[in-house]
């Protein structure tokens, strides 16, 4: 079973920038993609980017462009680096890991981290 620890979030004014760890508890996560989600009070967690074991990078819309999703399979670690963060941007960060890419878009998976708040204020 897949356990990930998040970390790296915190409060952060317009436009700065934040950088995000997932540190990922598997065998062979080179073989796994993983994804970066978020998910504000009230709403569905929803996916922001994923990466493909292959290293092939898929983000939404509207962080495409300010944030870069990378791994290092030697550390069993996804990173996700945003920048020219806005205050919409503001959630709770979460990652996960799978083999399979369409469960990963799916989010559909019984078991997630704690999370890592970040906050984006003036």
């Known amino acids: 079973q897949v356990q990930v620890v998040e970390s790296g979030g915190g409060l952060v004014q317009p436009g700065g920038s934040l950088r995000l760890s997932c540190t990922v508890s598997?065998?062979?996560?080179?073989?796994?993609?993983m994804g970066w989600y978020r998910q504000v009070p009230g709403a569905q967690r929803e996916l922001v980017a994923f990466?493909?074991?292959?290293?092939?990078?898929i983000y939404v819309d509207s962080v495409r462009g300010r944030f870069t999703i990378s791994r290092d399979n030697a550390k069993n670690t996804g990173y996700l680096q945003m920048n020219s963060l806005k205050p919409e941007d503001t959630a709770i960060y979460y990652c996960?890991?799978?083999?399979?890419?369409?469960?990963?878009?799916?989010?559909?998976?019984?078991?997630w981290g704690l999370g890592t708040q970040v906050t984006v204020s003036s």
């Open positions: 996960n890991a799978d083999q399979s890419v369409v469960r990963l878009r799916q989010g559909d998976f019984g078991s």
């Open positions: 598997v065998s062979f996560f080179s073989l796994y993609a």
């Open positions: 990466i493909t074991s292959r290293g092939s990078t």
